[in-house]
């Protein structure tokens, strides 16, 4: 199983970012997959989630009608569409398919002016 992010950077408040993370190893279409976020000083937390066809998905509040995540089952990729980024957003992010218990190995976001 491989998880391979891409997409972070630097991004002033208010601005936009697009993650992505292909996947390698497993069957993509059979597997949850969801973006995790670890700030500095903090405890890793779930920021989405999405069932393997999009027919459920789970945001934590914090950026709920901010951040998209969608996939791609034909690419085997997963997106995370971040919008309206705010300092609070800066962490590594990190893609997982929670039921094999395997990530990748993160793409850092910095939102700052």
């Known amino acids: 199983v491989q998880l391979v992010e891409s997409g972070g950077g630097l991004v002033q408040p208010g601005g936009s970012l697009r993650l992505s993370c292909a996947a390698s190893?497993?069957?993509?279409?059979?597997?949850?997959m969801s973006w995790y976020r670890q700030a500095p000083g903090k405890e890793r937390e779930l920021v989405a989630r999405?069932?393997?066809?999009?027919?459920?998905?789970y945001y934590v509040d914090s950026v709920k009608g901010r951040y998209t995540i969608s996939r791609d089952n034909a690419k085997k990729i997963v997106y995370l569409q971040m919008n309206r980024l705010k300092p609070e957003d800066t962490a590594v992010y990190y893609c997982?398919?929670?039921?094999?218990?395997?990530w990748g190995q993160g793409t850092q976001v910095t939102v700052s002016s």
């Open positions: 190893g497993f069957t993509f279409s059979n597997y949850d």
């Open positions: 997982t398919a929670p039921t094999l218990g395997s």
């Open positions: 999405i069932t393997p066809f999009g027919g459920s998905i």
